[in-house]
């Protein structure tokens, strides 16, 4: 079973940078793609970056140009470094991985980091 876990989260300040981890472990040979989503509360859960298995990166517009998906050399972790925090950008983010083994689609979350961003 895989299994991740989001670590990073955190109080800070309004223009300051943090950088979220997502440790994952398990089987997951087949990756296809992963990345971060965040939510507030009574709100729907928002898709902020995305990382596929080839490399290729995606933003959404709220975050583009303060932040950068990444993988660590192991390709066991990811990241997220962002930069330019804003008190919007204050939710729970959570980390996920999408893979295929035998040609079944699966997605895999973690529990979330809270992150909140002072005035």
């Known amino acids: 079973q895989v299994q991740l876990v989001e670590s990073g989260g955190g109080l800070v300040q309004s223009g300051g940078s943090l950088r979220l981890s997502c440790a994952a472990s398990g089987n997951f040979d087949n990756i296809v793609a992963m990345g971060w989503y965040r939510q507030t509360p009574g709100n729907e859960r928002e898709l902020v970056a995305t990382?596929?298995?080839?490399?290729?990166?995606n933003y959404a517009d709220s975050v583009k140009g303060r932040c950068i998906i990444s993988r660590d050399n192991g390709e066991k972790t990811l990241l997220l470094q962002m930069g330019s925090l804003k008190p919007e950008d204050t939710a729970v983010y959570y980390c996920?991985?999408?893979?295929?083994?035998?040609?079944?689609?699966?997605?895999?979350w973690g529990q979330g980091t809270q992150v909140t961003v002072s005035l």
């Open positions: 996920y991985l999408d893979y295929r083994p035998l040609g079944l689609d699966f997605r895999a």
């Open positions: 990382l596929s298995a080839g490399g290729r990166t």
